[in-house]
Nanobody, 125 residues
Framework: QVQLVESGGGLVQAGGSLRLSCAAS????????MGWFRQAPGKEREFVSA????????NYADSVKGRFTISRDNAKNTVYLQMNSLKPEDTAVYYC??????????????????WGQGTQVTVSS
């Protein structure tokens, strides 16, 4: 069993930056693919980014490419999402998730076995 806890969310002005963290306990994350998703009020959960256990593979939603960077520190059992040039449309609850494999389906929530409770990101205009 893996427990995931996100942190780092908050209120920021448009153009600002935040770094989200996702800390795991219960089992090492070193072999898991890690993903970030977000869900805005009244909308479906959408894919943001994913990274393979070796860091060799990363994937980003078109809406965040060039602004967000995913990274991981397997020794610390932690995954990060650096978010720059934030926009009001980035406002959402952000979730991290763990999947056993990196596949062509990393953008699908059903690929992931474990989820955190989410952290709120609010970007004001």
């Amino acid at each position: 069993q893996v427990q995931l806890v996100e942190s780092g969310g908050g209120l920021v002005q448009a153009g600002g930056s935040l770094r989200l963290s996702c800390a795991a306990s219960g089992r090492t994350l070193s072999r898991y693919t890690m993903g970030w998703f977000r869900q805005a009020p009244g909308k479906e959960r959408e894919f943001v980014s994913a990274i393979s256990w070796s860091r060799a593979n990363t994937n980003y939603a078109d809406s965040v490419k060039g602004r967000f960077t995913i990274s991981r520190d397997n020794a610390k059992n932690t995954v990060y999402l650096q978010m720059n040039s934030l926009k009001p449309e980035d406002t959402a609850v952000y979730y991290c998730a763990a999947a056993p494999y990196y596949t062509d389906y990393v953008a699908k929530p059903s690929t992931y076995d474990y989820w955190g409770q989410g952290t709120q990101v609010t970007v004001s205009s």
